[in-house]
T-cell receptor
Framework: NAGVTQTPKFRVLKTGQSMTLLCAQD?????MYWYRQDPGMGLRLIHY???????AKGEVPDGYNVSRLKKQNFLLGLESAAPSQTSVYFC??????????????FGPGTRLTVT | GDSVTQMEGPVTLSEEACLTINCTYTATGYPSLFWYVQYPGEGLQLLLKATKADDKGSNKGFEATYRKETTSFHLEKGSVQVSDSAVYFC?????????????FGKGTLLTVNP
């Protein structure tokens, strides 16, 4: 049981390049989330999904797109990277929020630098 | 909107000292409250949680009590260890089930020296 995994762990991009971050979970969770973590800002939600084929915007969605074609995977895309997107990105997954065992399980993170 | 305020760090303690990290929240109704911990180079993991007023969450020697009257969920430990060095995040999720977003505080860095 690997939990939540993220690929890649590190990446350096030049301004204007594109990339996709992959998140996978093997816990059969319905919900999946993408956060970014910046110094002094805590975690901010970028996009989330409440089921296969669904996505929704979080607090800071601009410049990012997501897709959830399979229940176990949640992809985060940067179409044209900007230095302001330099951050550590975390994926998380969970059961339904009303269930007593609700908690969000986090992946190990992807450190992205945009130069 | 909902918000979480944590005491600002960093906090530096000696081994076996007592720890309190303050957390207060603003939310309507009865949110569920969480403490997450992030060890260096890792993702966040749930430390403890409480889902209703007066509940006490506990794990690994850490405790926090859901205080509705003071809208607080302070994290405490009686004797910290070097291995407790990490960033601690307080978080909430609103009641009702219609909002899936965890609202996090900004985190408190704890360093425990031997």
């Amino acid at each position: 049981n690997a939990g939540v995994t993220q690929t890649p762990k590190f990446r350096v991009l030049k301004t204007g390049q594109s990339m996709t971050l992959l998140c996978a979970q093997d816990m059969n969770h319905e919900y999946m989330y993408w956060y970014r973590q910046d110094p002094g800002m805590g975690l901010r939600l970028i996009h989330y999904s409440v089921g296969e084929g669904t996505t929704a915007k979080g607090e800071v969605p601009d410049g990012y797109n997501v897709s959830r074609l399979k229940k176990q995977n949640f992809l985060l895309g940067l179409e044209s990277a900007a230095p302001s997107q330099t951050s550590v990105y975390f994926c998380a997954s969970s059961y339904h929020v009303l269930l007593p065992n609700y908690e969000q399980y986090f992946g190990p993170g992807t450190r992205l630098t945009v130069t | 909107g909902d918000s979480v305020t944590q005491m600002e760090g960093p906090v530096t303690l000696s081994e076996e000292a007592c720890l309190t990290i303050n957390c207060t929240y603003t939310a309507t109704g009865y949110p569920s409250l969480f403490w997450y911990v992030q060890y260096p180079g890792e993702g966040l993991q749930l430390l403890l949680k409480a889902t209703k007023a007066d509940d006490k969450g506990s794990n690994k020697g850490f405790e926090a009590t859901y205080r509705k009257e003071t809208t607080s969920f302070h994290l405490e430990k009686g004797s910290v260890q070097v291995s407790d060095s990490a960033v601690y995040f307080c978080a909430l999720i609103p009641s009702g089930g219609s909002n899936y977003k965890l609202t996090f505080g900004k985190g408190t860095l704890l360093t425990v020296n031997p």
